[in-house]
């Protein structure tokens, strides 16, 4: 990238950082860079798109302390962009930092998104479906590479009803390690079932070790994870199909 953008790029990248900021509930600061010339634009050819972010807010509680983001070639339509809803003629590929604090994490999961995502959580125990109502949930960043976990949730059985409290540790798999929990005990309730662990520790070890997930034409991939006293830093891979309307962003599929 030349070091003195062109007119074209500048007034494309001031134009998408404000569009951008109209979408997010609040922003610190946000920079986005458009890689391209006046040729390509017609052709609806971008070089790239670098965006930096700090400080951004979506449906209230999902914030993210800062992002850095850099794609590849973009091929959009371009009367699309002169729409001002840019699709894609092809998937575009994209290179995340994401950092998130504590306190962001823990105020995003008291967000409807994710209560949304918890309410889906529900165990096959020897053919037995047992549900999970989680009440309250913490996460701590105490650093050393660890996940603090502290919390209630509802344990639905078949004819059984019961309130479980938790505290566990763990460690998110590195490029030399695999995921590992170092403990975990009861504070409340009458504590759980063998059986209930066992289909548990299954169900964790299959999410943990998928490939990737998707999301709204997305493929996400997250290729480091890393744990300081109270941040959490994702290293992550996207692969877009296509970019999702504002308002349909964070909606319930």
């Given at each position: 990238?030349?070091?003195k953008p062109k007119l074209e790029e500048q007034l494309l990248s001031q134009e998408a950082a404000r569009r951008l900021s109209a979408q997010?509930?609040?922003?610190?600061?946000?920079?986005?860079?458009?890689?391209?010339?006046?040729?390509?634009?017609?052709?609806?050819?971008?070089?790239?798109?670098?965006?930096?972010?700090?400080?951004?807010?979506?449906?209230?509680?999902?914030?993210?302390?800062?992002?850095?983001?850099?794609?590849?070639?973009?091929?959009?339509?371009?009367?699309?962009?002169?729409?001002?809803?840019?699709?894609?003629?092809?998937?575009?590929?994209?290179?995340?930092?994401?950092?998130?604090?504590?306190?962001?994490?823990?105020?995003?999961?008291?967000?409807?998104?994710?209560?949304?995502?918890?309410?889906?959580?529900?165990?096959?125990?020897?053919?037995?479906?047992?549900?999970?109502?989680?009440?309250?949930?913490?996460?701590?960043?105490?650093?050393?590479?660890?996940?603090?976990?502290?919390?209630?949730?509802?344990?639905?059985?078949?004819?059984?009803?019961?309130?479980?409290?938790?505290?566990?540790?763990?460690?998110?798999?590195?490029?030399?390690?695999?995921?590992?929990?170092?403990?975990?005990?009861?504070t409340e309730g009458e504590g759980i079932r063998i059986e209930l662990i066992a289909a548990a520790m299954q169900k964790v070890k299959e999410?943990i070790n998928l490939p990737s997930f998707e999301w709204e034409n997305m493929v996400f991939s997250i290729k480091e994870m890393e744990i300081?006293?109270?941040?959490?830093?994702?290293?992550?891979?996207?692969?877009?199909?296509?970019?999702?309307?504002?308002?349909?962003?964070?909606?319930?599929?």
């Amino acid at each position: 990238m030349s070091e003195k953008p062109k007119l074209e790029e500048q007034l494309l990248s001031q134009e998408a950082a404000r569009r951008l900021s109209a979408q997010l509930d609040e922003v610190e600061q946000i920079n986005v860079e458009v890689q391209t010339d006046i040729g390509k634009i017609f052709q609806g050819k971008l070089d790239g798109v670098y965006l930096a972010g700090q400080g951004l807010v979506v449906q209230q509680k999902i914030r993210v302390q800062e992002i850095n983001l850099q794609t590849d070639n973009i091929v959009v339509d371009p009367l699309s962009v002169i729409l001002g809803q840019i699709k894609l003629n092809a998937p575009v590929n994209a290179n995340i930092r994401i950092v998130l604090t504590e306190a962001d994490i823990n105020y995003a999961l008291t967000s409807e998104i994710v209560n949304r995502l918890v309410k889906k959580f529900k165990l096959n125990v020897d053919g037995e479906i047992v549900n999970f109502e989680p009440q309250e949930m913490h996460i701590f960043l105490p650093g050393d590479g660890k996940l603090e976990f502290q919390g209630k949730t509802w344990i639905k059985e078949k004819e059984d009803t019961h309130i479980l409290g938790y505290h566990a540790i763990a460690h998110p798999r590195t490029q030399t390690k695999p995921p590992m929990l170092e403990s975990f005990r009861c504070t409340e309730g009458e504590g759980i079932r063998i059986e209930l662990i066992a289909a548990a520790m299954q169900k964790v070890k299959e999410i943990i070790n998928l490939p990737s997930f998707e999301w709204e034409n997305m493929v996400f991939s997250i290729k480091e994870m890393e744990i300081q006293k109270s941040n959490l830093i994702l290293i992550v891979e996207a692969h877009v199909k296509q970019i999702p309307l504002p308002e349909t962003i964070l909606s319930d599929n």
